[in-house]
């Protein structure tokens, strides 16, 4: 049995006609009760979300900028810094990159980048992947 909050404050600010940047902090909690038969998914991007299923407590904070480029084409620059608790992997740094291609008011197609390097429970490592999506409104 497993009770995990994660609470985050956010801050946003425009600028310009049609550029917006936020700034947050987090706070992950979790509780467990029993032996805990969870498997650890040491992998840089799950790791830095998982890690207070084990270790209790993390903290994240991080800053995001979006904004248009042209009427239907827009961008996002996402950065978040966690601290883990957590003596073999204490802290991460995430970062992504976006172009964002508003099709209508149902449709968006994203392209870019994701970014990750830690100290993680089995080494520090650093890894870029790329990342497609493609999201509908209903």
Do not use: C, M
């Not at 992950?28 to 840089?44: H, K, N």
């Amino acid at each position: 049995q497993l009770v995990v909050f994660n609470n985050d404050v956010l801050a946003s600010r425009g600028f310009g006609a049609t550029h917006i940047i936020t700034a947050k902090v987090g706070l992950r909690t979790a509780f467990g009760f029993g032996d805990s038969t969870l498997p650890t998914v040491e992998l840089p991007f799950v790791w830095a979300r998982t890690s207070t299923y084990y270790n209790h407590v993390a903290l994240q904070t991080g800053a995001d900028l979006d904004g248009r480029i042209l009427d239907r084409l827009g961008y996002t620059l996402d950065t978040d810094i966690f601290w883990l608790n957590d003596g073999d992997g204490p802290w991460a740094v995430e970062h992504r990159g976006l172009l964002n291609w508003f099709q209508s008011d149902r449709l968006a197609l994203h392209a870019g980048y994701v970014a990750a390097w830690g100290e993680y429970p089995f080494g520090r490592d650093f890894h870029v992947f790329p990342i497609a999506d493609v999201q509908f409104a209903f």
